[in-house]
């Protein structure tokens, strides 16, 4: 299963492996879609790709770490 999102994190989690960290714990594959950062907030798109237990454990997991998580519609072929 692949969900995409969108994530916005605050100025304190900039240089956090959130990512990196997440999907180890959870066995789900990012793919980086677009990404911005700059020094008081960070936006990125993700593609992720795992079983939805696993997607929703790990989204469950960015937003207790205080990660924005906005799912996004369209340009997902399976």
Known sequence: MKKKVKLTFPQHLIKEPVVYTMAKK???????????ITETVG??????????????A???????????????EGDIIE
């Open 26 to 36: 959870f066995d789900v594959m990012p793919n980086i879609r677009r990404a911005k």
């Open 43 to 56: 936006e990125m798109v993700l593609e992720l790709e795992g079983t939805e237990e696993n997607l929703n």
């Open 58 to 72: 790990g989204i469950e997991s960015l937003k207790k770490h205080g990660v924005k998580v906005e799912l996004v």
